[in-house]
C-alpha cells in the first residue's frame, strides 16, 4: 500500500514561508510525479504544481509561479513544497498527491495557519 | 485555464437511493476525467479515473462515464458511508482544475 507521509501543522505570521514535506513510500520513488493541492477551510480543492522526483523538472500554476518551489531528496523519497510571502488567504490544508497517468494517492493533509 | 462546472453543489438522498452528478468541462478533454470523494476532515479518494476506470479497491456501486465535455458519476445504492463530497478533475491539460464539488447529504 502505497503511503504519503506529510510534515505537522504549521502556524506563520504574514510575509513569512512555509516547507511542506512528503516522505514517499512502498512504491518506486522516482516512477511517479507528485503535484500538491491546496484546500482553504470550506472551499474546494486547489492545484498548485507538480515536480518530477526523476529529475526535479517542475511546473508551476501560474496563480503561485513567484512564490512556489518543490523539490525533491531522492536519498529520503521526500518531496517539499515552499510558499514563500505568506498571506492570510494561504491558510489551508496543503496535500501532495501520486502520479502515475493520473492522481491515485493522497497524503494526509498538512494544514499551514497564516496568522499575525 | 479549462473551468469544470460539477451540478448540483449539493443534493440530499435516502440510503439506497440511485445518486448522479454531473461535470462539465468548459472545451474537450477527451477522457482524462477524475473523481474523487473526500469525508470532512480526511483527505480526497480516488474513485475514478480516465472517466470511467474504477480505481483499485474502489465498489463497483460507483461507476463513471462520459467523454468529451460531459460526465457522469453514478452510485448505484447509497449507503451511509458514501455520505461525502465528490469532485471531479480534469488532467488533459495543464493546470489540472477541479470542479467546485457535490455534497451529498442524507435525507
Known amino acids: 500500500q502505497v503511503q504519503l507521509v506529510q510534515s505537522g501543522a504549521e502556524v506563520k505570521k504574514p510575509g513569512a514561508s512555509v516547507k511542506v514535506s512528503c516522505k514517499a513510500s512502498?512504491?518506486?520513488?522516482?516512477?511517479?510525479?507528485m503535484h500538491w493541492v491546496r484546500q482553504a477551510p470550506g472551499q474546494g480543492l486547489e492545484w498548485m504544481g507538480i515536480?518530477?522526483?526523476?529529475?526535479?523538472?517542475?511546473s508551476y500554476a501560474q496563480k503561485f509561479q513567484d512564490r512556489i518551489t518543490m523539490t525533491r531528496d531522492t536519498s529520503t523519497r521526500t518531496v517539499y513544497m515552499e510558499l514563500s510571502s505568506l498571506r492570510s488567504e494561504d491558510t489551508a490544508v496543503y496535500y501532495c498527491?501520486?502520479?502515475?497517468?493520473?492522481?491515485?494517492?493522497w497524503g494526509q493533509g498538512t494544514l499551514v495557519t497564516v496568522s499575525s | 485555464d479549462i473551468q469544470m462546472t460539477q451540478s448540483p453543489s449539493s443534493l440530499s438522498a435516502s440510503v439506497g437511493d440511485r445518486v448522479t452528478i454531473t461535470c462539465r468541462a468548459s472545451?474537450?478533454?477527451?477522457?482524462?476525467l477524475a473523481w474523487f470523494q473526500q469525508k470532512p476532515g480526511k483527505a480526497p479518494k480516488s474513485l475514478i479515473y480516465?472517466?470511467?476506470s474504477l480505481q483499485s479497491g474502489v465498489p463497483s456501486k460507483f461507476s463513471g462515464s462520459g467523454s468529451g465535455t460531459d460526465f457522469t458519476l453514478t452510485i448505484s445504492s447509497l449507503q451511509p458511508e458514501d455520505f461525502a463530497t465528490y469532485y471531479c478533475?480534469?488532467?488533459?491539460?495543464?493546470?489540472?482544475?477541479f470542479g467546485g464539488g457535490t455534497k451529498v447529504e442524507i435525507k
Open positions: 472545451q474537450d478533454i477527451r477522457n482524462y
Open positions: 480516465a472517466a470511467s
Open positions: 515536480i518530477n522526483p526523476s529529475d526535479g523538472s517542475t
Open positions: 512502498r512504491y518506486t520513488f522516482t516512477s511517479y510525479h
Open positions: 498527491a501520486r502520479d502515475g497517468v493520473h492522481i491515485d494517492s
Open positions: 478533475q480534469q488532467y488533459n491539460i495543464y493546470p489540472l482544475t
